[in-house]
T-cell receptor, first 115, second 114 residues
Framework: GQQVMQIPQYQHVQEGEDFTTYCNSS?????IQWYKQRPGGHPVFLIQ?????EVKKQKRLTFQFGEAKKNSSLHITATQTTDVGTYFC???????????????FGQGTILTVHP | ETGVTQTPRHLVMGMTNKKSLKCEQH?????MYWYKQSAKKPLELMFV???????ENNSVPSRFSPECPNSSHLFLHLHTLQPEDSALYLC?????????????FGPGTRLTVL
């Protein structure tokens, strides 16, 4: 079945440093989503990427979708303590299968930011 | 608030107990999901319901029994659980149309099996 691998598992940074997490799928994806889960909270949707090579920005966050639609990255510029949490990617298989609507989540990257 | 509520928020049960988790979504979505989140593991999809019909059962043990009486409510019935079933159980909903299915998660039920 579809697998989504995410690295690194943990990332510790000083406030102000940049952070990147990478996501790789074993199969070509229809789209990829990113979620953030604060400590003690639940996953919250950040963004969805659909097109090959797509790049989207949300303030200090930059999301990229690979040309082959099998990998993605999330980059945070100048991290702040409010960025602390676990960042998950979630890939959706191509439509037409029996898993319409199903997302496969990566393991997540736990980000800690030291002030 | 995400518009998805879950009760109870915390549950402690013995291995012989029977309990149920409840999820309700107020977003008008047509799909609902149960996920299990254990420490140091990725989110594990358990069940998917599209338009009240179960469309996914990811090899979940029969001690977990889902129920979806309508598109707004989802239950997870628990019986004779094992300690390794202790985890955060998350419910989510989405509108499955046109391939765009952002999922809205509830706050979760923290389950402890003694």
């Amino acid at each position: 079945g579809q697998q989504v691998m995410q690295i690194p598992q943990y990332q510790h940074v000083q406030e102000g440093e940049d952070f990147t997490t990478y996501c790789n799928s074993s199969t070509t994806l229809s789209n990829i989503q990113w979620y953030k889960q604060r400590p003690g909270g639940h996953p919250v949707f950040l963004i969805q990427l659909v097109k090959s090579g797509e790049v989207k920005k949300q303030k200090r966050l930059t999301f990229q979708f690979g040309e082959a639609k099998k990998n993605s990255s999330l980059h945070i510029t100048a991290t702040q303590t409010t960025d602390v949490g676990t960042y998950f990617c979630a890939g959706r298989a191509n439509a037409g299968g029996t898993s319409y609507g199903k997302l496969t989540f990566g393991q997540g990257t736990i980000l800690t930011v030291h002030p | 608030e995400t518009g998805v509520t879950q009760t109870p928020r915390h549950l402690v049960m013995g291995m012989t107990n029977k309990k149920s988790l409840k999820c309700e979504q107020h977003l008008g979505h047509n799909a609902m999901y149960w996920y299990k989140q254990s420490a140091k593991k990725p989110l594990e999809l358990m069940f998917v319901y599209n338009f009240k019909e179960q469309t996914e059962n990811n090899s979940v043990p029969s001690r977990f029994s889902p129920e979806c009486p309508n598109s707004s409510h989802l239950f997870l019935h628990l019986h004779t659980l094992q300690p390794e079933d202790s985890a955060l159980y998350l419910c989510a909903s989405s509108q499955v149309s046109g391939g765009y299915n952002e999922q809205f998660f509830g706050p979760g039920t923290r389950l402890t099996v003694l």
